[in-house]
């Protein structure tokens, strides 16, 4: 089955410099990759997505790029505010009746 | 819509107890999910549901029952409750898997002690 693995664990950053979350995946076959964040005693919430027939995806601060043949996708978050701090975690998951495949989340702290 | 709503939000139980943890979707969904969460740790899915009547393991689904008998409702039972049910339980739901729709929408958590 698929295996997601995360990178890094924690990261700290400058409040206003780019902070980015590695991910990578096992599945060939896998075509949805969603990025969900989670702030703390919160429910994780879909922030971005992307699908294999894309290279990249932007939504203003927050952008994610695919590489299908590396098999790695990453989160990057430009230009990082205070309340960028939380967890992120990646997923992946083919077509057809498979639930998604989360990474372990990267916890995200934006120094002011 | 209120999207994903469980119940309680918060218990304490002693072991060998069992409870059950509600899980409603007004979205009308196909796909519902049970994942717990341990304190600093990732979502490990225990449960999913891919319609009324169809459900299937997770990755940890030992000291745990589901059932689907509807479409809205996704209940969790845990039997004989252990120390290490001890965590925050969250329910989700999409309306397909791997597919244009298939974005997941968590409820808000139950958390869960077990003494």
């Known amino acids: 089955g698929e295996n997601v693995e995360q990178h890094p664990s924690t990261l700290s950053v400058q409040e206003g410099d780019s902070a980015v979350i590695k991910c990578t995946y096992s599945?060939?076959?896998?075509?949805?990759f969603p990025w969900y964040k989670q702030e703390l005693g919160k429910r994780p919430q879909l922030i971005i997505d992307?699908?294999?027939?894309?290279g990249e995806k932007k939504d203003q601060r927050i952008a994610v790029t695919l590489n299908k043949t590396a098999k790695h996708f990453s989160l990057h978050i430009t230009e990082t505010q205070p309340e960028d701090s939380a967890v992120y975690f990646c997923?992946?998951?083919?077509?057809?009746?498979?639930?998604?495949?989360f990474g372990k989340g990267t916890r995200l702290s934006v120094i002011a | 819509n209120a999207g994903v709503t469980q119940t309680p939000k918060f218990r304490i139980l002693k072991i060998g107890q069992s409870m059950t943890l509600q899980c409603t979707q007004d979205?009308?969904?196909?796909?519902m999910y049970w994942y717990r969460q341990d304190p600093g740790m990732g979502l490990k899915l225990i449960y999913y549901?891919?319609?009324?009547?169809?459900?299937d393991k997770g990755e940890v689904p030992n000291g745990y029952n589901v059932s689907r008998s509807t479409t809205e409702d996704f209940p969790l039972r845990l039997e004989l409750a252990a120390p290490s049910q001890t965590s925050v339980y969250f329910c989700?739901?999409?309306?397909?898997?791997?597919?244009?729709?298939?974005?997941?929408?968590f409820g808000p958590g139950t958390r869960l002690t077990v003494l």
């Open positions: 989700a739901s999409s309306y397909t898997s791997g597919g244009p729709r298939d974005t997941q929408y």
């Open positions: 599945d060939s076959a896998s075509n949805y």
């Open positions: 979205m009308n969904h196909n796909y």
């Open positions: 549901s891919v319609g009324a009547g169809i459900t």
């Open positions: 997923a992946a998951s083919s077509s057809g009746n498979t639930p998604l495949v």
């Open positions: 992307i699908r294999s027939n894309v």
